[in-house]
């Protein structure tokens, strides 16, 4: 029996690797799920041996690959699963970070929303089943950590923090005059011309303020995930099946949901990035995974090369398929947390970055599903907090989170296997831990700094 998951955006990203899942790989365990220490994939065994035994092997095929608690296991090797395009780090030597690593970290305590009892940091990683998990303060490493399948040279998927990198993506061709936000999205893509999209803006789909008929409710079997999930699907489909092929097909078919007018509500439904991953190649006339090569990943001094999955015409999930490195992402936000600038070199333009930091409009963002966001918004496929500290975050399914404290001069990467999908499971001992987190290095900062008058 599936679970429903109001929007499945709730306070989170969707993965949209979908394209190869079953409703029993999208439904949410019942009962009480096993612990992070109970559902280890090291200690499960799976996929190993040559090859690995029945019970131990994970296919696509039957979605069997992201089930918890094998989706502990998959969320580090999605590429054994599905086709993927890669996303070159060039060949240069990496830029190695200068650490400053601190101990005290982990017993940093914080109370979690909703209770009464403190955590500390250190527990709140099992609480959240944490894969990998890195924090720069000053642009330095001041915690890193690795659990489970994840380790320093492999790479995890980043889910629905995909649709962020489409969304700066789109906000570098906007700052270079090669977008225009106001612009209609035919201008960029006609095909789209009798689709929901057909009368929309191009700053319309970045904001995610577009009136489309669709549902991520999993629990409902007629719901318009299911032919999205058919049609995105890079895997051999049946003979009978004459629905759309490809992301872009599907997109065309979208219907506008009636009275509706763009624009005027926050509605967060992954269409939006895979239209916007199609307006940013039309406008750039070159592939998401070699503009998102070009532009960032091989100016940064990355470690690894990342990657995308992609449907069955090759074109790569810009609403969730990308897979990198822990440390790799980290440096991306370093980059966006200096305005754009990486080691003296500006990678994105300052106005890019400045015109997504001042985030969108929060009246439309109250009119959507999210009370427990009360006073953010969605700018640019990015999550605004506007708390005090002007934190805002990518954020996707199962735990992944991108988290920039502009305050704090703090980044935090975090890559996840939450058995729920939803972040709503895991934001009440997530995001205080980050802002206790936060206060602990500005103390830190403030007890290094001289007394008045030494």
Known sequence: MLTS???????????????????????????QPLSAQDSDPVEMGWMQGFPPSKEHTLSAVDGSFFEFPALRWSVVHMRQFLPTVNVSRGLGAPNEFEYALDSGIDDVEFTPRGGDEPMTWQASLAENYTDGIMILHHGKPVYERYFAEMKEDRKHAAMSVTKSFTGILAATLVAEDK??????????VPELADSAFGDATVGQVM???????YSEDYADPEAEIWDYAKASNPLP???????PSGTFDYLKTLEKEPQCAHGDAFAYKTPNADALGWIVSRAADTSLAELLSTTIWSRLGMEQSAYYQVDAKGMPASGGGLSAGLRDMARVGQMLLDD???????ILPQAAIADMRAGGSQEAFARSDHPELEGWS????WWMTH???????????????LYIDPTADMVIVRFASHPVAANAANDATSLPAYQAVA?????????QEPSEGN
């Open 5 to 31: 998951l109001p929007g499945y955006g709730l306070a989170s990203s969707l993965l949209f690797v979908t394209s190869a899942f079953t409703s029993q790989a999208l439904a949410q365990p019942q009962g």
């Open 179 to 188: 977008l225009d936000r106001e612009a209609a999205v035919t201008d960029y």
């Open 207 to 213: 904001n995610m303020t577009t009136c489309l008929a």
């Open 237 to 243: 489909r049946a003979g009978s099946d004459n629905g």
């Open 340 to 346: 754009g600038a990486w080691r003296g070199e500006q």
């Open 378 to 381: 969605y700018k640019d496929m």
């Open 387 to 401: 708390n005090d500290h002007g934190a805002f975050a990518a954020r996707g399914v199962h735990g992944q989170t």
């Open 439 to 447: 206060d602990y290095l500005m103390d830190h900062d403030a007890a």
